[in-house]
């Protein structure tokens, strides 16, 4: 049997210590290791879902817009160019079927009526039309006036000016500068009038003003119907 003396032991005891020490303290280094991984993990999963969540509600989005209109895009665009040509085409008899082309008899704008007379490429041959319709007294009385507010704010940029009124409908278009300054909205008040604009550029390059004036006994009450 092997005698220690007290020096021994208590070498004996700090070096039991000290292993153990080590023992436990790496355990815990791989514990607190362990958990950052598990925590990156779950991060990253997190991330993963919200960019599936995105995808979903994107496509929903999509889906939406495609069920909001539930009429094939053909049928629509044949519509609209069916529209333009009818404008184009159409021989106005008189005064008041101009009038009954873009107003019910509420009072009520025909919306289709409208934006295909200003969107239509052959606007110069719906201006034609307009001005082969027999005139009536407001017809005279409302080219008058337009005439008379066009020579008054004219600017140097404008240019190419053709204008009818037929009823309570004027027909116009004009030339000018892409950044011209004239005031459309100072020449509608020649009457009372709903304003209807559409610029664009034509064969040429040259930017151009289709528009249209409705005679109305109250401009801010604009309403709009199919047709």
């Known amino acids: 049997m092997v005698k220690l003396n007290g020096f021994t032991v208590l070498i004996l005891i700090a070096i039991s210590s000290l292993i153990t020490y080590l023992v436990t303290s790496s355990s815990n280094n791989s514990e607190v290791t362990a ?40 049928n629509k665009v044949s519509e609209e160019q069916g529209q ?12 008041e079927s101009v009038t009954n082309s873009f107003i019910t008899d509420n009072g009520q704008i025909k919306q289709q009526s409208v934006f295909g007379a200003i969107t239509i490429p052959e606007f ?27 020579s008054q704010i004219r600017t140097n940029d404008v240019y190419a000016e053709d204008f009818a009124c037929r009823g309570k409908v004027c027909a116009m278009s004009f030339h000018h500068e892409a950044n011209s300054d004239f005031d459309l909205d ?22 151009v003003t289709r528009v249209l004036f409705i005679q109305t006994d109250n401009p801010s009450q604009l309403v709009f119907t199919n047709g």
Do not use: C, W
């Open 124 to 150: 110069h041959d719906f201006l034609n039309n307009v001005r082969g319709a027999e005139e009536n007294d407001n017809s005279i009385v409302r080219e008058v006036k337009l005439l008379e507010m066009l």
């Open 186 to 207: 100072k020449l509608s008040t020649f009457d009372e009038n709903y304003l209807f604009t559409n610029t664009s550029k034509d064969e040429s390059g040259s930017t």
């Open 84 to 95: 333009q040509t009818n404008l184009a085409d159409r021989h106005f008899s008189s005064s």
């Open 35 to 74: 958990t950052v991984i598990e925590s990156q993990v779950n991060s990253d999963s997190n991330k993963e879902v919200i960019s599936t969540n995105n995808k979903d509600i994107h496509q929903s989005t999509i889906q939406v817009k495609q069920l909001a209109s539930s009429e094939p895009e053909g």
